[in-house]
């Protein structure tokens, strides 16, 4: 680890923390040891990382210690600076998305080591766009379909209770009360129809799993995924493909690389109610929606190889 004293702010969710408090602490007690300047915040409500992120004072590095949707919050808030400090991720979260995607495991050492010891890397956050002028930049994902109504099912409440576990009961509920819905969808100019869409900048999803296997923080672009087909049992089919790592080769999935703009809306909902979105794991309003690349980077450290 290094020796060099830098100004570190940890940016906390508490809620997240509470699944593995001894490697925040352990991690928080590693770089202290080191002689680095630490301070904590703890955020208390959805959006408060976001506002922290944003004003992080004279920092050398913004620590995201959460899940995936604490780091796309911290991204955001970052995003919204001239000069932002540099972003280091301490994965305390059910899934963890953004810890597979840099290498990085869930050891006090290795995420101390990779706050202060480790190699810069280029990050192109994505951005999200709907209705009344809003957006916001993600990390990681922006999904429409299927799993965007699991993700919408699950309350911060089942998620602290049941951790995974929630995301598969919403599954099993969301299966039994399916209703197919079709998505308009145009990647640069060119029109596409599907059953759920993920518009990534990361190769993983809900885990260690592949999606997008051309897919960068590094680069200025994003990965689209297709799911062609709809129905409960396709839904079925491409979610065991997933945790196999065999989806890449599943028949009715594709993936486009080096995406600059995308537009989703929904062309046939059965219910005729509004359709959610997903950003990072976290639950957004209703379709269409837009997405691109943001026109500024980020530096965020990664564990040396």
């Not at 202060?116 to 990050?123: I, L």
Request: glycine share 12%; aromatic share 6%.
């Amino acid at each position: 680890m290094s020796s060099r004293a830098r100004r570190i702010l940890v940016i906390r969710n508490p809620v997240a923390g509470r699944r593995d408090p001894a490697l925040f602490e352990d991690v928080v007690a590693r770089l202290v040891a080191a002689g680095q300047d630490v301070s904590v915040r703890d955020t208390g409500a959805a959006g408060d990382a976001r506002i922290l992120a944003s004003a992080p004072g004279n920092v050398d590095i913004v620590v995201a210690a959460g899940g995936d949707g604490t780091i796309s919050e911290v991204v955001d808030g970052l995003m919204s600076l001239d000069t932002p400090p540099s972003l280091a991720i301490l994965p305390l979260g059910t899934a963890n998305v953004m810890a597979h995607e840099i290498g990085l495991r869930s050891r006090s050492e290795d995420v101390a080591d990779a706050i202060v010891g480790a190699r810069a890397r280029a990050f192109f956050p994505g951005r999200v766009s709907w209705g009344g002028g809003r957006s916001r930049h993600f990390a990681l994902m922006v999904g429409v379909g299927f799993y965007a109504h699991v993700v919408a099912g699950v309350t911060s409440g089942l998620k602290r209770r049941l951790g995974k576990g929630a995301y598969v009961w919403r599954s099993a509920v969301g299966m039994a009360r399916f209703r197919d819905v079709r998505y308009a969808v145009e990647i640069d100019g060119r029109a596409f129809d599907a059953a759920s869409v993920i518009v990534s900048k990361a190769r993983h999803y809900a885990g260690p799993y592949v999606v997008a296997p051309g897919a960068s923080l590094s680069a200025p672009g994003l990965s689209v995924c297709l799911f062609d087909h709809g129905g409960r049992w396709s839904v079925a089919r491409y979610g065991l493909a997933l945790v196999t790592n065999r989806l890449v080769a599943a028949s009715g999935f594709r993936v486009i690389d080096g995406v600059r703009n995308v537009r989703i809306a929904a062309v046939a909902d059965a219910g005729g109610r509004r359709e959610p979105f997903q950003i990072d794991g976290d639950a957004g309003a209703g379709l269409p929606i837009g997405a691109d690349v943001a026109a500024r980077r980020l530096t965020v450290l990664v564990p040396r190889v």
